[in-house]
């Protein structure tokens, strides 16, 4: 008898006593440490990131970047990924590029200067460099400005598909046409009229308008780094372009290709083709020095020898721990996991220091559908974004390191941020007053809008949102359908991929849902501009690739970004887009619930460099102690 | 035989076709991500993605694309080009099976080294303290997800995160220059692949030797005086191991078709499961297409090798 009871005991106690010890674990505190919100990032001191190398840098060693995904496109002309930038400014030379801490202005790179701009402030005119040449298979070949010239003009292709240059080139004379006849012929890259080449070291844009801004931002990036037609345009007539496996690269490092060594960049092959052997998709990419590269032509030191980009390393975890246990590597695209960012805060088994937080550039909103009920009413919109507790929505990623609470929608060391109001919300605008949410004013919100008790009623309220369907996007959309359904709606909410959720729903204007929660948008360049070309633009809604989520389509707020991006000087266009950013909050269209930071860990060895432009990394900055 | 193996050839070759049409079907049916909206970027206008469209001949017919396929797969042995890094998707395939196959091909021995002696053993000395044992370690095993005890065993005995740093760790196949290499950074994945599977085919062989061993020709064997060794070896064993054998051909089929999926990405292994998880995640029909094609293909080769197998291991069967 006893043994019987025993027999039954036994495994109950046993499943007790591991309940016990899971309930026990767990940390019911979702906030990372920090010690309190320094500067006009909110990031503290101790994490702040290293933008230039130290003194005692020495040259030597090999760096490795772990990153759970792979670049877009190692065709410079197609590359529109800050991860893939990062590896783009060790490997191109653009016409300008970004120091690790330049926030506002380009540095010039291949450029040898500023840029002459017309009084009229359409003409820019450039000089290069005459003596850089490209890396093997090209050893011996100088960039011309004719070679930048057809980079802009190849991306026009739809077999490269650049996904900016049509955008914020669109001022320069000519490329309606070059579009138009990019699209008629589809393997011969066009020539955009207003970009003139009068010998191989100077280089000229026209413009129709005063837009220089836009466009000295978009030639900062890979666009404008040199391909040379003769070598390139066989591979352009293919359908897609096959440049991409053949790039020639300007920059003090280059991928590893059939005529290099795989460790030392040594020529082994005169009579190589070109073919890029170093990059294996979703594997590894490979780079070496550029034997062709001047150092004295370039602002870049390159103190390691090798770079190496590995992929595939799903578990943050894991993988972070892996760096900050071991020697000479750091995280490439993933952020640490919030258990990880707070082990490393709280100053325990690791130095705080191994851990870097950067603005990003990027920003978290959820869209609601301004061109349907209920979200068609601005005071609903408003009474959603006062009763939203946005704090509880930023700790769904990870807490506060994980970046500010976001107030309005030009994220920090973007000209026009201070002007907006910093990191506190528009004066005036009292629903984006309270980060933690107030019931209280959204119910007076919902009254004006015709809901007496203050809550949403009837049939309106029944709404549709569309979302992620892996952590932490469904997390945060979870919380939102809560936070919604508090306010009296009845959310049907459809978890889908990613990649469908924007391609299938949330970017078709016939589909869309009333909320789109996990959406966002970075930074193309350290300009305002990027913020307001698309998202909030109604003009730039369209049928089936469409960006302005919100479907924000106001005609006086057009305009005003019509007219913003023609202001040329600095502080004037600061000033005018911070108005802008007030105007646009005003009209509620989103809610905003944090600026993203880059949080990054290193290996004790390294010294890293942040590049302020895209808070990754800047490997020719990087060494190894 | 011959024409055994001949007629479950043709059958294999139309087993490709028909999955390669329920892949293309699947596909166009259930919502994907189009891959020309991925390609053309955020700010794209609709005009660049038709055109992206027409140049991956996304907008030719269903039939049409089906076709062209199929055409270049048994014709020319192209299996496309990969719509995100344009290259051939063979290429893809055949750079990443040597991981997926080293993986496997270790893990089965690890499996077969443990489950054969175990369920032989567990069978023999049934209910003795050594088969309960056995038997419920083998439960743990099958019961803890394959991803969990990769993250457990990395933790445990990984050399670079690891409390008992003994084996490589997370991403070692990567940097492994060796064969030697490629094998000590596969010991730990090895070991997690095998530990649920050997559990599984230890008892599999368990209960099958038990049936076995009460059967009137072990009786008779042994009443004609043969060693007990003799008996559980060439007659018990023998008969018993058939339905491993079935299970192994699948698992096998499986496990290079990129089912070691959950393993692959733990101990990040480039290899085919891996692969078709970065595939799926971006709409990228053509590697997707390709993988499930040479998935097809193995697990028909493997099920055809094991019905071969059996012919030699019971005489009973034959084939015509």
Not at chain 1, 176 to 184: Q, V
Not at chain 1, 509 to 522: L, Y
Not at chain 2, 127 to 153: E, K, N, Y
Request: glycine letters at 8%; charged letters at 20%; one cysteine or more.
């Amino acid at each position: 008898m006893r043994l019987r009871w025993l027999r039954l005991l036994a495994p109950l106690a046993a499943v007790l006593a591991f309940a016990f010890v899971l309930t026990s674990c767990g940390d019911s505190d979702d906030e990372s440490e920090g010690t309190g919100a320094t500067g006009s990032t909110g990031i503290p001191e101790e994490f702040a990131a290293p933008t230039a190398a130290p003194d005692d840098a020495k040259a030597g060693g090999d760096l490795v970047i772990l990153n759970e995904g792979d670049i877009d496109y190692m065709d410079p002309g197609a590359a529109y990924y800050q991860v893939t930038y990062m590896l783009d400014f060790a490997l191109f030379r653009s016409l300008v590029s970004w120091a690790p801490d330049a926030t506002t202005d380009p540095t010039p790179d291949l450029a040898t200067g500023e840029p002459e701009v017309s009084e009229d402030g359409k003409t820019i005119t450039y000089t290069i460099h005459d003596d850089v040449k490209y890396a093997p298979p090209l050893q011996d070949q100088t960039v011309t400005t004719a070679d930048i010239k057809y980079a802009i003009e190849r991306s026009l292709l739809p077999g490269v598909a650049n996904g900016y240059t049509s955008t914020y080139l669109s001022g320069v004379t000519g490329m309606d046409e070059a579009i138009k006849a990019a699209e008629k012929n589809t393997t011969e890259a066009p020539d955009i009229s207003g970009i003139e080449t009068p010998d191989d070291t100077t280089i000229v844009f026209n413009l129709d308008d005063t837009s220089s801004a836009g466009v000295l931002g978009a030639l900062s990036l890979p666009v404008s780094a040199p391909v040379p037609e003769d070598y390139a345009k066989k591979y352009d007539a293919e359908e897609p372009s096959t440049y991409g496996e053949y790039a020639v690269f300007t920059g003090p490092y280059m991928v590893v290709n059939d005529c290099v060594d795989d460790e030392t960049g040594e020529v082994t092959d005169e009579n190589c083709s070109g073919k890029i052997t170093g990059y294996q998709p979703g594997k590894e990419i490979k780079l070496v020095r550029n034997p062709s590269w001047d150092a004295d032509t370039d602002f870049r030191p390159a103190y390691v020898d090798t770079i190496t980009f590995q992929e595939g390393f799903a578990d943050p975890t894991s993988a972070s721990k892996k760096i900050l246990d071991g020697s000479s590597q750091v995280t490439g695209d993933f952020p640490p996991s919030p258990t990880v960012v707070k082990e490393v805060a709280s100053g325990g088994q690791y130095d705080p220091s191994q851990m870097i937080v950067t603005p990003s550039g990027g920003t978290r909103y959820i869209a609601l559908n301004t061109s349907e009920a209920p979200f068609d009413d601005v005071n609903i919109r408003k009474a959603v974004i006062a009763n939203s507790d946005r704090v509880a929505l930023r700790n769904t990623r990870g807490g506060e390191l994980f970046g500010p609470v976001m107030n309005h929608f030009i994220p920090p060391l973007i000209p026009g941020f201070e002007e907006a109001g910093g990191l506190e919300p528009p004066e005036g605008l009292d629903f984006l007053a309270s980060e933690t949410g107030d019931p209280d004013l959204a119910a007076e919100y919902m009254k004006k809008a015709g809901f007496k008790s203050g809550k949403c009623e009837g049939s309106a309220c029944d709404i549709t949102m569309v979302g992620d369907d892996a952590p932490p996007g469904r997390d945060t959309a979870t919380v939102f359908q809560d936070q919604l359904e508090q306010l009296g709606f009845n959310v049907q909410f459809q978890p889908v991929e990613h990649s469908l959720m924007y391609t299938k729903f949330c970017s078709i204007p016939s589909q869309e849902p009333d909320v789109c929660p996990n959406v966002g948008w970075i930074k193309d360049f350290n300009d305002p501009q990027a913020f307001f070309d698309i998202p909030l633009y109604g003009p730039a809604i369209n049928p089936s690739n469409n960006s302005n989520w919100p479907m924000l389509d106001d005609p006086q707020l057009n305009k005003a970004i019509e007219e913003a991006k023609l202001i040329e000087d600095p502080e004037e266009r600061a000033q005018e887009y911070g108005e802008l950013d007030k105007q646009a909050m005003a009209l509620a269209p989103f809610v905003p619930w944090v600026w993203d930071n880059d949080i990054m860990v290193r290996s004790e060895d390294v010294n890293q460099v942040t590049n302020l432009f895209n808070g990754l990394t800047d490997v020719s900055f990087t060494s190894i102690k | 035989m011959a024409r055994y193996i001949v007629r479950r050839v043709l059958w294999g070759v139309a087993l490709l076709v028909i999955v390669t049409a329920v892949v293309f079907i699947l596909f166009y049916v259930l919502p994907t991500a189009d891959p020309a909206k991925l390609r053309a970027g955020r700010t794209a206008n609709p005009q660049l993605i038709n055109d992206i469209r027409e140049q991956l001949h996304l907008d030719d017919p269903i039939y049409v694309q089906f076709w062209d396929y199929l055409k270049n797969v048994f014709l020319h042995f192209d299996f496309g080009q990969s719509y995100l890094s344009q290259a051939s998707v063979k290429d893809i395939i055949f750079d990443r099976l040597p991981a997926t196959a080293l993986l496997v091909v270790g893990a089965v021995i690890l499996w077969l080294g443990i489950a054969i002696p175990v369920g032989i053993i567990s069978a023999v000395k049934r209910r003795s303290l050594l088969d309960r044992t056995t038997m419920v370690t083998s439960l743990a095993f099958i019961s803890a997800p394959v991803f969990w005890l990769g993250l457990v065993a990395l933790y445990l005995f990984a050399n670079d995160v690891g409390l008992i740093p003994l084996f490589p760790g997370q991403g070692s196949y990567l940097t492994a220059d060796s064969f030697l290499a490629k094998c000590g950074s596969m010991l730990l994945p090895w070991m997690v692949l095998a530990a649920a599977t050997a559990a599984i085919y230890a008892r599999y062989l368990r209960s099958s030797m038990i049936d076995t061993m009460a059967e009137d020709y072990i009786r008779t064997a042994r009443a004609k005086g043969l060693p007990e060794r003799q008996v559980i070896m060439k007659h018990g064993v023998r008969a018993a191991i058939t339905p491993i054998v079935t299970l192994l051909g699948l698992d096998i089929g499986l496990l290079l078709a990129g089912n070691a999926i959950l393993t692959e990405t733990v101990f990040n292994i480039p290899g085919i499961g891996q692969q078709i998880v970065l595939s799926i995640r971006r709409s990228d029909l053509p590697m997707i297409q390709g993988i499930v094609l040479f998935g097809a293909f193995f697990i028909v080769i493997f099920n055809l090798i094991v019905d071969i197998l059996y012919a030699f291991l019971d005489p009973r069967v034959r084939y015509q």
